[in-house]
């Protein structure tokens, strides 16, 4: 008999936004740098420390997720209100975080300029087969574990729903097949009672299911002339070499995840928390399994990674969350979470399948006062040490904090005005 469901989701749910907020303000740094800074990050730090002046333009809030869990959520959002997985309502919540013009992207948290042109493509009524084809990152997989949650026992509806959610911002069969490979494993692990010695049996059951998921993507999905379309079995190959090292040390194995994936890329992959699929999430996979029981040591080790820590230490967040249950996660993550009570009141919905519209707040209201916060608090550090966007970041007057008039209808978000002058609803006291 499994684990309670409830506990399984929340741990998902939860394991995915601390695993993404504790790597937020890490994000493309050097392992060797985050060591000097902090020695080891085994809870939010303030990227300051390491940025110095002439970075703290990418300064995050320690506590806040990024557009990783953003997309998240909309996908959450989806599930519960449309019954199931619904393409067109996805890709509608992902154009309308995009939505504004007081921010860069929206209403988006670190998005990439990947992510920005697959989203601007939906937003242009483009159809999913002219969505990113050459995208081979982990933007899919980040997002996807939700689904695993949903359909954690019908597998043709979790590859189906798993294909769909990922070509609405890239084609390219790496890319799908992590996503899917992300799914699986959730819905795997959601019905594990707990770690056992098997469990890296499951390696090879996600690699068998993205092989499947690669066939159908070509089958039904591209087109007979995409030059994509004679190599799709790449990161299947990729997590089945990951079960021939396994139980090989630490050190070892992520180089081998390295060397693996850079035979497959045209650029160096010479760690294995690059954002390219064959290498982050498979990264990822390993150190969620690898630790079974242990959350902690799990997302701490991805996060001290650094490279794409925040992608890796949620997919890996959510692994573990679903494999654990909620209450493996440490009490001092989820208490400096930014958001916290509508990431779980997400959860919530989607173990019992409802819209709890009392307590639930629309998804852009809540995303605008959470980046709004971010930015003025980034604009204010700037301020105080006199430092300034370089020439490539520079934003345009759309993207200070000045009104515009494209912005969206005051009076609709009166309520979260309110709420914004209050802030201890979407931030922990610690950091007002």
Known sequence: MGKDRQAAILGAVLGHAVGNALGATLTGAKKGSVKNAYKKVTDYVDPEKYLGKEKIYKWRKPGLYTVDVQQSLALIDTIVISKGFNPEVFAEKLVLLSKGAEFRFGVYRGADRRFETAVTNLKQKM??????????????????????????HDENKLMKASIEASILTSRNPVSVSAAAAVAFLTSRFMDMDEPHADIKESILAAADFCVRCESELKKEYLNSHDEKI?????????????????????????????????????SPVTRPTMSFAPASVIF???????????????????VNEGGDADGTAAITGALSGALNGIDAIPERWPA???????IKARAEALASGKWLKDR???????????????????????????????????PDKKQTSKKTPDKFDRKKFKKERERFEKMGFFTPPEYD
């Open 127 to 152: 159809k999913a087969s002219e969505a990113l084809t050459e995208c081979d990152g982990n933007t899919a997989a980040v997002r996807s574990y939700p689904l695993g949650l949903y359909y954690p």
């Open 230 to 266: 004679d190599n799709i079995h790449i990161f299947s190959d990729c997590l089945k070499s990951l079960y021939t090292v396994f139980d090989q040390d630490f050190e070892e194995v992520t180089a081998h995840i390295s060397e693996k994936a850079g035979s497959y890329s045209d």
């Open 284 to 302: 990822s996979i390993y150190l969620a399994i690898k630790n079974g029981a242990d959350f902690e040591n799990a997302v701490t080790t991805a």
């Open 336 to 342: 400096g979470l930014a958001n916290r009570k509508q």
């Open 360 to 394: 639930l707040d629309d998804l852009y209201e809540m995303e605008y006062g959470l980046t709004r916060r971010e930015h003025e608090e980034r604009l204010a550090r700037m301020k105080k040490l006199g430092a300034i966007f370089p020439s490539a970041a520079t």
